[in-house]
């Protein structure tokens, strides 16, 4: 199975100030025939289900804020915020869906400094 | 607009078998590339992956749960259906069904449910 560790597990950034999550993944997960990484990005506030910020590891999901923004060199992912503002407060998951069993990393909880 | 709710039991007892509806509207698993899976997340804790089915009835399951899930589908009543044997306490969890799309290659989950809480205890 693919393992995907997130860091750091819990993060307090200003607002307006940057924030950045990692996702490490315990082997590729490029598809070759299309040249894309099967990487996806969540935001799931208390009470709710988790929400679709990102996925190929850099397109984000229609609606979602351009302050997201998702990054990769090879195993290596993040999500960042360009400028945290209150309705961010979250929990953040990755998730790769290149094979199955399609796992996600173990959050990172991110609060208002 | 596409939509998914889950049903079953709210409590169940250890070593009893849990069963879980996906119902879901606006899409069909019957003739569009599409996938369900199941997911669930202790309270406090993180998701997990379960089981996912497609349109053309491929299963993939959790490594760790597999010997203990069945997911299947019944396009004309537009369900999925996950069952969970064995139930234990630290089965407790609100458990999530979630949509995905296949266009040359598969979708992360852009539809997901509202979730359900399944309590195990005796």
């Known amino acids: 199975d693919i393992v995907l560790t997130q860091s750091p597990d819990s993060l307090a950034v200003p607002l307006g100030e940057r924030a950045t999550i990692n996702c490490k993944s315990s082997?590729?997960?490029?598809?070759?025939?299309?040249?894309?990484?099967?990487l996806a990005w969540y935001q799931q506030k208390p009470g709710q289900p988790p929400r679709l910020l990102i996925y190929?590891?850099?397109t984000r999901e229609s609606g979602v804020p351009d302050r997201f923004s998702g990054g990769e060199s090879g195993t290596d992912f993040t999500l960042t915020i360009s400028s945290l503002q209150a309705e961010d407060v979250a929990v953040y998951y990755c998730?790769?869906?290149?094979?199955?069993?399609?796992?996600f990393g173990q959050g990172t909880k991110l609060e208002i400094k | 607009q596409i939509t998914l709710k889950e049903s079953g039991p709210t409590l169940v007892k250890p070593t009893q078998t849990l069963t879980l509806t996906c119902t879901f509207s606006?899409?069909?698993?019957?003739?569009?590339?599409?996938?369900v899976a199941w997911i669930r997340q202790p309270p406090g804790k993180a998701l997990e992956w379960l089981a996912h089915?497609?349109?053309?009835?491929?299963?993939y399951y959790s490594s760790s749960l597999k010997s203990r899930l069945t997911i299947t589908k019944d396009p004309s009543k537009n369900h999925v259906v996950l069952t969970m044997t064995n139930m234990d306490p630290m089965d407790t969890a609100t458990y999530y069904c979630?949509?995905?799309?296949?266009?040359?290659?598969?979708?992360?989950?852009?539809?997901w449910g509202q979730g359900t809480l399944v309590t195990v205890s005796s």
């Open positions: 979630g949509h995905q799309r296949y266009v040359n290659a598969w979708y992360p989950f852009a539809n």
């Open positions: 606006g899409l069909s698993l019957s003739s569009t590339r599409v996938g």
């Open positions: 089915i497609s349109w053309n009835n491929e299963r």
């Open positions: 082997q590729s997960v490029l598809y070759s025939s299309d040249d894309k990484n099967y």
């Open positions: 190929w590891a850099s």
């Open positions: 998730q790769q869906y290149y094979s199955a069993p399609y796992t």
